[in-house]
């Protein structure tokens, strides 16, 4: 499979290049471990926080951050201009020489699970703005910074063993006002080299220590022309972003083209016998879309909290993905294998406690690819009202063809429309590889 990214990412920063194919890294304090403990680096972003470990400390814990609101910045001029590679970081999943770490990671099938890496790439996002925005005279960090966007994440042409070891590395690639782009690659030890496997860009957002307003971030400063086409390329990303939402269906009627298209699937399904519109019935090989759902209900305990006591992304990120995985399983027949995650927003925090409904259906399909949406939305215990916190994105492969969907309603055929965009925003066409096991 072509990787857009994986391609532009190859010697683009001066110092990813190097330590993409694993030599030695001189600052080694940017060196982290997946695993808990000294080296770890969800301790590590612990300890920029002043997170507790308990949860009965939480309420104290907080309390503390209060007292940080004295170091924000009341302006972005106030901050110190910061390069790509102070925020540059690598981070080492040590699956094949620390083999107690792999139950975690481990599919039925012998691969890795997809779902962890999405946790992954998150407390890494984070953790990325954390060094873009460190204070050097003090520990912890009066911002609190979460993630508001996944834009995009591309698979690359490699499977996942979960016997290698696995590093990631990212640095802030773009700086807002309040907020910042960060890129990310994940690659997997073969052949004694670290080859890429996977590209991610996210948006996070800083703010303030109690995270209820925004707060500034430091500028970012580019040294070489290959920094400023990467800054370039965020800002592009920026305006494509304004552009996809401001066409989204939910604000603008379809196109002409799109309504001929969906008008073609209306008259295809109806009945040659009776010609009502009350008779539908579906062409060979094809699923009713309301037939698709699959829907799951998870309680959000404390345990799944991230270092500001909401509920952390990337759960919510894996529980969709678990969830889309098996709704595309069980549309298409066979294994489904991710090519491509895009556009989820965290439009709300999910408090602890609450309940979390996702609702999971196939929008769009196409040869061998199934368009999966996740719509989650969450209630508390107290108050039944439900409130849509997130909309996911799943491109997936199957071993097999899968069938057409096809919409009933006008809700549904603005769902095909909406998969069918995101499923065009696609890098490239992909040729299913025997050796893409990357998996729930
Ligand atoms: C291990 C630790 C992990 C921790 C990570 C997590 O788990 S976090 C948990 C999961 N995530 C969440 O719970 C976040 C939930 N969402 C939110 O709280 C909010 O939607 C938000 C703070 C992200 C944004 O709120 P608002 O839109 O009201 O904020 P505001 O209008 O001030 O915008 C702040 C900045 O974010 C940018 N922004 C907002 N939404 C955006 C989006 N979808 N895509 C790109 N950029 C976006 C704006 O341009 C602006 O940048 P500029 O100022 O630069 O122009």
Redesign the pocket.
């Known amino acids: 499979m072509f990787c857009r990214l994986c391609t532009l990412s190859k010697g683009l920063l001066a110092p990813s290049r190097g330590l993409a194919q694993g030599s030695q890294n001189p600052e080694k304090q940017r060196v982290f471990h997946i695993h808990e403990g000294k080296h770890g680096f969800?301790d590590k972003?612990r300890e920029i926080v002043g997170a507790s470990t308990n949860w009965r400390d939480h309420v104290k814990a907080m309390e503390e951050r209060k007292l940080l609101h004295s170091f924000l910045a009341a302006s972005q001029k106030g901050l110190p201009p910061r390069r790509m590679k102070d925020s540059y970081i690598e981070v080492l999943l040590p699956l094949g020489s620390q083999p107690e770490l792999r139950e975690k990671y481990l599919t039925v099938q012998n691969t890795v699970r997809f779902g962890r890496i999405l946790e992954d790439l998150?407390?890494l996002g984070?953790l990325i703005c954390y060094m873009h925005n460190k204070i050097h005279s003090a520990k912890m960090s009066p911002l609190s910074i979460?993630?508001?966007?996944v834009d995009r994440i591309d698979m690359c042409k490699k499977s996942l063993s979960p016997e290698q070891d696995i590093k990631f590395s990212g640095h802030v690639s773009w700086v807002?006002?309040?907020?910042m782009e960060v890129k990310m690659h994940m690659f997997q030890l073969h052949d004694n080299e670290f080859s890429p496997v996977l590209d991610a860009t996210f948006?996070m957002?800083a703010?303030d220590s109690e995270n209820k307003g925004?707060a500034f971030v430091n500028p970012l400063t580019l040294e070489s022309p290959e920094e400023e086409e990467i800054f370039r390329q965020g800002e592009l990303n920026k305006g494509t972003?304004v552009a996809f939402s401001f066409m989204s269906l939910l604000k603008m009627a379809p196109t002409a083209e799109e309504r001929t298209a969906i008008h073609e699937m209306f008259l295809n399904t109806l009945d040659p016998k009776t010609v009502s519109f009350r008779s539908r019935v579906l062409p060979p090989n094809a699923v009713w879309m309301e037939n698709s759902k699959l829907k799951s209900l998870d309680i959000c305990h404390p345990q799944e909290r991230?270092?500001f006591n909401?509920i952390?992304?990337?759960f919510l990120m894996r529980k969709a993905y678990e969830l889309g995985w098996a709704t595309a399983c069980n549309f298409g027949g066979s294994r489904p294998f991710i090519v491509a995650v895009d556009d989820i927003?965290?439009?709300?925090?999910?408090e602890v406690g609450s309940l979390l409904f996702l609702s999971s259906q196939v929008c769009f399909t196409q040869g061998n690819y199934i368009q999966v949406r996740v719509h989650s939305e969450v209630a508390s215990l107290q108050d039944k009202e439900h409130m849509t916190t997130n909309v996911f994105h799943f491109t997936f492969m199957s071993e097999k063809e899968v069938p057409l969907v096809f919409p009933r309603t006008y809700g549904e055929s603005m769902l095909y429309l909406d998969g069918q965009r995101h499923f065009s925003s696609m890098s490239a066409p992909v040729t299913l590889k025997k050796d893409h096991l990357i998996e729930p």
Do not use: C, E, H, W
């Open positions: 969800r972003l998150d407390s984070v979460v993630t508001a966007l807002g006002k309040t907020s948006v957002v703010r925004p972003r991230n270092i909401r952390f992304g990337g927003m965290f439009q709300k925090p999910v």
